[in-house]
């Protein structure tokens, strides 16, 4: 699976938009992007995932560039709630597996 | 669906006992993962089963963990002898694995502390 780079923390304004970047520029073409999101104390939580499409849904927006090399997924009007570690993962389709990174680290302040 | 059910929620034993922890997938899914997560590590895999045959268990740490599927409503990871450096929050979660992406559902995880 390829590896990923994502920053390790990052401040949001609440109500204001969140913007986390992520690095995959060595990506397969039948891998996918996944984003999860863990907050404290929880089970992880699967947020969206995309293969060559911006995708949205009721939770975010996920941007991939057109070289698929990079992504950012998109909290359109963050809460409080929304404070949690956010991961980034790309994976085959066909092979199970989810390896999980450090991630990012989103603090979202009044 | 109640989603994935793991037991017990918090689990303190002393080094050397055998720790059992337990997990039930979502109905219907066809692949079930094991997870274990410490400040220092993170999020490791240790196995996964599809259709209740484990396919990769490169991630178990040593003999002394093992894990089972004996039906596809069922799981358990089980540690003997535990020992202290085995303290962390271990979580299950379960999939549809089969025809393009899909999304693994989380359960709450069961806090171990071995004393």
Not at chain 1, 33 to 57: A, C, D, F, M
Not at chain 1, 78 to 83: G, P, Q, V
Not at chain 2, 2 to 8: L, W
Not at chain 2, 92 to 101: E, R
Request: aromatic content about 8%; proline content about 5%.
């Amino acid at each position: 699976d390829a590896k990923t780079t994502q920053p390790t923390s990052m401040d949001c304004a609440e109500g204001r938009a969140a913007n986390l970047p992520c690095n995959h520029s060595t990506i397969s073409g039948n891998e996918y992007v996944y984003w999860y999101r863990q907050i404290h104390s929880q089970g992880p939580q699967y947020i969206i995932h995309g293969l060559k499409n911006n995708e949205t849904n009721e939770m975010a927006s996920l941007i991939i560039t057109e070289d698929r090399k990079s992504s950012t997924l998109i909290l359109p009007h963050a809460t409080l709630r929304d404070t949690a570690v956010y991961y980034c993962i790309v994976r085959a389709s066909n092979t199970g597996k989810l390896i999980f990174g450090q991630g990012t680290t989103l603090q979202v302040k009044p | 669906d109640a989603g994935v059910i793991q037991s017990p929620r918090h689990e303190v034993t002393e080094m050397g006992q055998e720790v059992t922890l337990r997990c039930k997938p979502i109905s219907g899914h066809n692949s079930l993962f094991w997870y274990r997560q410490t400040m220092m590590r993170g999020l490791e895999l240790l196995i996964y089963f599809n259709n209740n045959v484990p396919i990769d268990d490169s991630g178990m740490p040593e003999d002394r963990f093992s894990a089972k599927m004996p039906n596809a409503s069922f799981s358990t990871l089980k540690i003997q002898p535990s020992e202290p450096r085995d303290s962390a929050v271990y979580f299950c979660a379960s999939s549809f694995l089969g025809g393009g992406a899909e999304k693994l559902f989380f359960g709450s995880g069961t806090q171990l502390s071995v004393l």
